[in-house]
């Protein structure tokens, strides 16, 4: 039995749910998700939140039913309260710069890297060497970025280049004469 699939996704106040069959919408302040779950999983809107149930129980209804609901769980969250992932740079003359529709960044290459920020996105560049990625889709935040990060992802031995925040760079002893 899934231990993950089995607790019901509360909803908080302010997000509102449609459910028609297999598809799943939310609404709330931080804009509108959907999701398709998959069809081996039932979903029903009961008053302590959404339920998730394996349709039968072969292994495959078995998988799918804890991840249903944590998909679920990320788009109810997402559409409340959103995701946010920050980035350090370190490097000597490494920096970032965020306006509205672009984040230009120095990374020790030739040339300045630009980034198109997408729609449904919001990057701001903190301080000149930390990156904050903020959104509603857990998906395209964790994927933007990674994309960021590896452009220039952070060496072992002077800790240079782009890491999360959450992240610990493990070092490496250089050269001894």
Request: glycine share 10%.
């Amino acid at each position: 039995m899934s231990r993950v699939g089995k607790n019901p996704v509360a909803i908080p106040a302010g997000v509102t749910i449609e459910l028609k069959g297999q598809h799943l919408k939310a609404k709330g302040k931080r804009g509108e998700l959907e999701l398709m779950v998959h069809d081996d999983v039932s979903v029903a809107k009961e008053a302590e939140g959404l339920v998730f149930k394996p349709r039968n129980e072969s292994r495959r209804a078995r998988m799918q039913w804890g991840t249903a609901r944590n998909l679920a769980s990320n788009v109810v969250r997402g559409v409340s309260d959103g995701f946010t992932i920050n980035l350090e740079i370190n490097g000597v003359g490494y920096r970032a710069a965020a306006d509205a529709k672009m984040l230009k960044m120095q990374l020790g290459f030739s040339h300045d890297v630009e980034i198109p920020i997408p729609a449904g996105i919001q990057i701001k560049a903190l301080k000149p060497t930390e990156i904050e990625i903020s959104g509603a889709d857990r998906q395209r935040v964790g994927q933007i970025a990674a994309e960021i990060r590896s452009l220039r992802p952070p060496e072992p031995y002077k800790g240079k280049g782009i890491k999360y925040s959450t992240e610990t760079i493990r070092r490496k002893e250089g050269k001894k004469k």
